[in-house]
């Protein structure tokens, strides 16, 4: 199975923008980048997907490499409710359904 | 609607005893999958359906099991509670399943069910 590797965590200061990082070095030519969040006692909430171009939606931007083994979200301006753990996914053993979660990157915002 | 609706919200077991974690959605998603949570660790997925009568197992299905008589609803069955089943469980789902190569839909989850066992 394909695995991801994201800091551990990350700050950011209100209305600013934030990147999260991710790399995911041994991803198959089919797999989607999927990204999911989870806000503190709630279940993950989906946030975006993407295959090989940028993506972008009400939520969040997608940055993709080329070469597709890192891609980067991105917050254009955080706010104190974006503070939540960023998951950034992978299919297991290529089913596009079963979805891994590793840690992810817990994010903080600063007023 | 709904959405992804889990009970009970909280439980405690003692170690042996049997109980089942409900999931009901009201979205006709064909599929839907049992995660567990455990402290600082990302999410496990146990066992996972993609139609009614359906259902296959995750990457940890030891000591539980599922079955998925309707399209609605997919309960979680712990046949004897051990302590390190002590999580906080969360059930999802989506509107379908493709195979390899396609993109699924997205996930829905519930808000969980935190099992202690003592």
């Known amino acids: 199975d394909a695995k991801t590797t994201q800091p551990n965590s990350m700050e950011s200061n209100e209305e600013e923008p934030v990147h999260l990082p991710c790399n995911h070095s041994?991803?198959?030519?089919?797999?989607?980048i999927h990204w999911y969040r989870q806000l503190p006692s709630q279940g993950p909430e989906y946030v975006i997907h993407?295959?090989?171009s940028n993506v972008n939606n009400r939520m969040a931007s997608l940055a993709i490499a080329e070469d597709r083994k890192s891609s980067t979200l991105i917050l254009h301006r955080a706010t104190l409710r974006d503070a939540a753990v960023y998951y950034c996914?992978?299919?297991?053993?290529?089913?596009?359904?079963?979805?891994?979660f590793g840690k992810g990157t817990k994010l903080s915002v600063k007023p | 609607n709904a959405g992804v609706t889990q009970t009970p919200k909280f439980q405690v077991l003692k170690t042996g005893q049997s109980m089942t974690l409900q999931c009901a959605q009201d979205?006709?998603?064909?599929?839907m999958s049992w995660y567990r949570q455990d402290p600082g660790m990302g999410l496990r997925l146990i066992h996972y359906?993609?139609?009614?009568?359906?259902?296959d197992q995750g990457e940890v299905p030891n000591g539980y099991n599922v079955s998925r008589s309707t399209t609605e609803d997919f309960p979680l069955r712990l046949l004897s509670a051990a302590p390190s089943q002590t999580s906080v469980y969360f059930c999802?789902?989506?509107?379908?399943?493709?195979?390899?190569?396609?993109?699924?839909?997205?996930?829905?989850f519930g808000n969980g069910t935190r099992l202690t066992v003592t």
């Open positions: 999802a789902s989506s509107y379908s399943y493709y195979p390899e190569g396609s993109y699924n839909s997205p996930l829905h």
């Open positions: 041994t991803i198959s030519g089919t797999d989607y």
């Open positions: 993407g295959l090989t």
């Open positions: 996914i992978l299919p297991r053993g290529g089913s596009q359904g079963n979805l891994i």
């Open positions: 979205m006709n998603h064909e599929y």
């Open positions: 359906s993609v139609g009614a009568g359906i259902t």
